[in-house]
């Protein structure tokens, strides 16, 4: 069974740092690409970021890039995604994905991954 616990999520002030984790297990890692999304209240889901299945290859969604960082430990099946310079746009439950294939480049047909774990709450206030 593919399971996909993310954490690390909380409450931050304007300009703060937090780093997601997203521990996976029941399927080969290392194998696959992996996507973050996020969804604020009242919005859509949105794909922050995604990352090939070596790391070497990694995206971002104009709204985060030069601000948040995608990573990945297949040594010990964790993907990482860390926020810095959050803003209060940032705010948003944030969840990990797992693609069909080894590509950073999949995405969802309308955002919905098969296999999504439950989110972690980002929240970014004064």
């Known amino acids: 069974e593919v399971l996909l616990v993310e954490s690390g999520g909380g409450l931050v002030q304007p300009g703060g740092s937090l780093r997601l984790s997203c521990a996976a297990s029941g399927f080969s890692f290392s194998a696959y690409g992996m996507t973050w999304l996020r969804q604020a209240p009242g919005k859509g889901l949105e794909w922050v970021s995604r990352?090939?299945?070596?790391?070497?290859?990694?995206l971002y969604a104009n709204s985060v890039k030069g601000r948040f960082t995608i990573s990945r430990d297949n040594a010990k099946n964790t993907l990482y995604l860390m926020l810095n310079s959050l803003k209060t746009e940032d705010t948003a439950m944030y969840y990990c994905?797992?693609?069909?294939?080894?590509?950073?480049?999949?995405?969802?047909?309308?955002?919905?991954?098969?296999?999504r774990g439950q989110g972690t709450q980002v929240t970014v206030s004064s």
């Open positions: 990352i090939s299945s070596s790391g070497i290859i990694t």
């Open positions: 994905a797992k693609h069909p294939d080894s590509s950073a480049r999949y995405e969802a047909p309308g955002g919905e991954y098969r296999y």
